[in-house]
Structure formats: C-alpha cells, structure tokens
C-alpha cells in the first residue's frame, strides 16, 4: 500500500476514534476497557499540531475520504525538559493491517522528527503486542523499561514496554 497522509482535521476525529476503538477488544494495543468517544478526544486532538506534535492521517488511496490509518506524536511526560521526545503511535483501520502501512508511517515519523524538534522517539507497548514490538525493534527501538504487570486486561496483568530510540540526524530511518 502506498503512504500519502495527511495533517488531521476535526473532521477526521470521527473516523481515528473508530480506528482507536476497533483495537480495544483485542487487548493488544490500547489499556482502555470500553470504547472511548468522539467527544472525550478533543482535548488530545487539540494537544496536536502540524509544527510540533503532528496528527497524521492517511486516507484510503481507493476511496479518498475515508481514513484507514492515523499516527501521532505526543509529549512525553509534559514537562518542559523533555520537549525533544515524544511518544509515537500508530493506528490502523483492520483493512489496512498487515500491508506494511505501519513500517511506511514509522520510516515517516522518524525522517520528520528532527524538523519537529525531536531528537529523542518513544514506543509504549504491551509485552504481549507481538507485531508493534517486532514493528518497533526492526526501526533500532530497543526496550529501555518494562513496567511489569501494570496493566489488567480481563484479569490478566501485563507487561509495558518502553522502546526507545535516539535519533542520529544523519540515520533517522532503518
């Protein structure tokens, strides 16, 4: 699948909740239970921008319009000393899994950070997440922290992984 994204719009916050909350049964991606709605996300999205912390979406190149996909960036701890790093996510649509759509978003995230401001790029992820793990260490992430048995999903404790990744300007993708 080819990569075209987007800056988000509000407009586009309906359809990067319904691609958020199609993970949450899977208790693969996501630490929230039940789905969440349109409304309790406009303050992250607004906590968003194109020149520091960016939305990005990528529409289906066979329907334009509808969004298949959504990556962002976020601060890492809200403080500002830690202004260099921050979080990357990455979300798909379940058509758009397994078509190396998360590879080409993450090859993106790490060639645009630096003219983000961003030196520094952080994965959370659960320790069961086979695919975002593999996703992450095939970038150079390597595990920096786990937080044992943090999270408990359906009676189950999992682990957190912290992946981490400082960024050389001159081999900001793998």
């Known amino acids: ?13 309906p359809a990067i909740v319904a691609i958020y909350n199609s993970t949450v049964p899977s208790r693969q991606v996501t630490a ?3 789905p969440v709605s349109v409304e309790s996300r406009f303050g992250w999205f607004h ?13 289906d190149p066979r329907q334009p319009g509808r969004v298949i996909a959504w990556l962002s960036f976020s601060d890492f701890y809200g403080r500002p000393a830690y202004q260099r790093t921050a979080e990357v996510s990455i979300y798909l649509d379940e058509s ?5 759509l998360g590879k080409q978003l993450l090859t993106a995230s ?3 950070a630096p003219t983000l401001g961003i030196d520094t790029v952080l994965g959370f992820v ?6 975002s793990l593999r996703l992450f260490r095939g970038f150079g992430f390597d595990a920096w922290g786990t937080l044992p048995r943090v999270a408990v999903l359906d009676g189950v ?3 957190l992984v912290i992946l981490g990744k400082r960024l050389d300007p ?3 993708a793998a």
């Open 170 to 172: 001159a081999h900001t």
């Open 157 to 159: 404790e999992r682990d």
């Open 32 to 34: 929230d239970l039940e």
């Open 110 to 112: 790490l060639a645009a």
């Open 96 to 100: 758009a899994r397994g078509q190396g």
């Open 126 to 131: 659960f320790g069961h997440n086979d695919a």
């Open 1 to 13: 699948m080819s990569l075209a994204y987007r800056d988000a719009t509000l407009d586009d916050l």
């Open 47 to 59: 906590a968003h921008g194109p020149q520091k912390r960016p939305l990005w979406v990528v529409e």
